[in-house]
């Protein structure tokens, strides 16, 4: 198929959308380089994100872009090709996620520089959804995120709490302070884990870079809050097991996902290769097939919405501080970062994605437990 016949096969894809090649409209395509069409028909949104990042197209407002994009479902019209199918056949059949490659999501994306974090989240580096429900800015939508987990679990004084995935230790950090708790964060970033130290020094927590699978210890109560995207299909049940052998008869674990409308077994092949390598989106049946004669489920709250919000401030504060941290990155950094943010809010709020805080008891709550939102 020759250029034109690809572009004219693109724009009648892209009407579906209501965008326009070279349009007027904030969420348009302004092409630069005509192999985008070949790229994009043939690799979907790898080829899209990459021709992205080497300047083929830009777009006022990516975040728009992929609403529209989304919203009407030109993902299912574009086939992909053979490497790409394969390789999500490679991600059903081995097991990504596996113990000797659990450091490579910290190495490749958490690592990256606390500077660049530092820039880019709220003042806790809080790196999950905020709440937003009486929120005004990211700040304050974090900050409640973390009180409604604490509430959730009913956190006392003196308990002890692991937190699977702590990130910088914004969790125990604010728990430890506001509640009196003590914790274990674990990390497979060893730059979290240097400045997730120095930031809770003074208070009872313990900052580990250790693998989720080798705790071994008992906890009150139990969190994780953006973690189990990395765990993989093949290991639900085995965090789940981990997670039951942690936890204390009388306590609650607090699951805290972003979460996909259908089961899958690979994630998204430009996320993989740019973003979170080794990470797919669990589904519900997923996450209920993996508690399943291990954890009664207590409660559920989708506020998917407010990922859209917390991605926007993001990107928005990634943007406004670019210059404080562009001498340690490139420009072709910059626009996959943006893209990321951009294209991630993008999918919330077509309500492609989702994300759920799930309560978990191990024998029931007696009495019932009392939803707090």
Known sequence: MNTNNLKNTAK??????????????????????????????SQGNLGLGEAYMNKWWDCDRLDIFFDQILSAQLDKKIKHNKTLLLKALMAKIFNLQSTNRA???????????????????????????GYWKNAQNLDQ??????????????????????????????????????????????????QQKILAEKLCQGLPIEIRLQDYRDVNEKFD??????????????????????A???????????????????????NDQWISKYIFPNSMLPSIKQIAKSIERLFVLEDLHNFSADYDKTLISWYNNFKNNWHKIKNDYDERF????????????????????????????????????????
Request: glycine letters at 10%.
């Open 103 to 129: 450091f490579q999501i910290g190495e490749k994306h958490y690592d990256k520089g606390n500077k660049l974090y530092k820039n880019m989240l709220d003042q806790r580096l809080t790196y999950t959804c």
């Open 244 to 266: 039951h052998r942690c936890l204390k008869n009388t306590g609650l674990f607090l699951l805290h996902t972003i979460g996909g409308n259908k089961s899958v077994t690979s």
């Open 141 to 190: 939508a974090q900050e409640a995120k973390l009180d409604l987990t604490c509430r959730k679990l009913g956190l006392k004084p003196g308990q002890k709490i692991l937190d699977i995935g702590c990130g910088w230790g914004s969790f125990v950090k604010f728990a430890a302070e506001k509640y009196g708790i003590q914790a274990v964060g674990v990390t497979v970033s060893k």
């Open 12 to 41: 009648n894809l892209l009407s579906f959308a209501k965008i326009k090649i070279n349009g007027p409209n904030p969420q348009d395509m302004q092409i630069h380089n005509e192999n985008l069409y070949k790229n994009v028909l």
């Open 334 to 373: 910059y626009r996959m970062w943006k893209y990321y943010l951009l294209s991630c809010a993008g999918t919330f709020r077509s309500r492609k994605n989702q994300l759920w805080q799930i309560v978990l008891s191990k024998n029931g709550v007696k009495g019932g437990y009392t939803s707090i939102r």
């Open 221 to 242: 109560h139990i969190v994780s809050l953006g973690m189990i995207e990395h765990v993989g299909h093949k290991n639900y049940q085995t965090y789940m097991k981990i």
